[in-house]
């Protein structure tokens, strides 16, 4: 039996009195390739932002391999193992994808391992391993800017690589993608979760099933259903909010 990487419990935050999340109770196991899909406004980037320490909740708990999440700083729950991708591409433009890749790294990450970082073996080793990954091997020496919408959502992704977490949230990975690049992105992401959790929020419901393997459905902060793509796209509830009768 799998073990749990991530146990959200009674979960909730305001906002001026809204309840963004309300009473929620989320489980993640390991390499498990989690998909939480939902109306606009149901909460899932919310869910996310509490993760990652973005935002603090007002109740409840979010534990991660004996970490309390909700008690840490952001920098802090990056470096325990949690790495966060944000609807749009985060990437150094200025730089390479090579360049990209290597400040990623973690002995990079503080002033004293920028001061004393040497470009080794192994960091070139690791550099072009998580490019042929992210199908960017051939795009090395290339200037992010130059890269397409999609290839700049596969560099984001190999920067979190880098950083080697045990867990990935990432927030509409295939927007604004091709149909060939939201294949080659499914497929990376089958290959992410042989060794690694990912949570992943998706409107593209063809992507999810190909990908997912469990789904969560949230309506206005709470948990509406919870299954396979099959079971949840079936369920009465989950038809009525996204058509409405």
């Keep these: 039996m799998s073990q749990m990487i991530l146990e959200v419990q009674n979960l909730g935050v305001s906002f001026d009195g809204f309840k963004a999340i309300d009473d929620l109770n989320f489980y993640v196991e390991e390499n498990e390739l989690h998909v939480v899909i939902g109306p606009n406004g149901a909460g899932k980037t919310t869910l996310l932002d509490m993760i990652c320490g973005k935002t603090k909740p007002t109740t409840g708990t979010i534990a991660f391999k004996g970490h309390n999440l909700e008690r840490m700083l952001e920098y802090q729950i990056t470096r325990a ?33 920028s001061l004393f970082f040497k470009r080794n073996e192994t960091v070139l080793e690791e550099i072009q391993r998580v490019a042929e990954m992210i199908f960017l091997a051939d795009q090395l020496d290339r200037k992010s800017a130059l890269l397409s919408h999609g290839q700049k959502q596969w560099l984001e992704i190999g920067m979190l690589l880098m950083q080697d977490p045990q867990l990935l949230l990432l927030d509409e990975p295939v927007a604004g993608m091709s149909a060939r690049e939201r294949e080659l992105t499914g497929a990376l992401l089958r290959k992410i979760a042989e060794g690694r959790s990912v949570v992943v929020i998706e409107h593209d419901m063809e992507f999810v099933k190909s990908v997912a393997h469990k789904v969560t459905v949230l309506h206005q902060g709470k948990k509406l259903a919870e299954g396979s793509m099959e079971s949840v796209q079936s369920d009465p509830r989950v038809i009525e909010v996204y058509l409405g009768h």
């Design 81 to 113: 193992g949690v790495g966060r991708k944000f609807q749009n591409p985060l990437v150094y433009e200025d730089l390479t994808v090579s360049e990209n890749l290597e400040i990623s790294y973690p002995k990079k990450r503080d002033v004293f391992g």
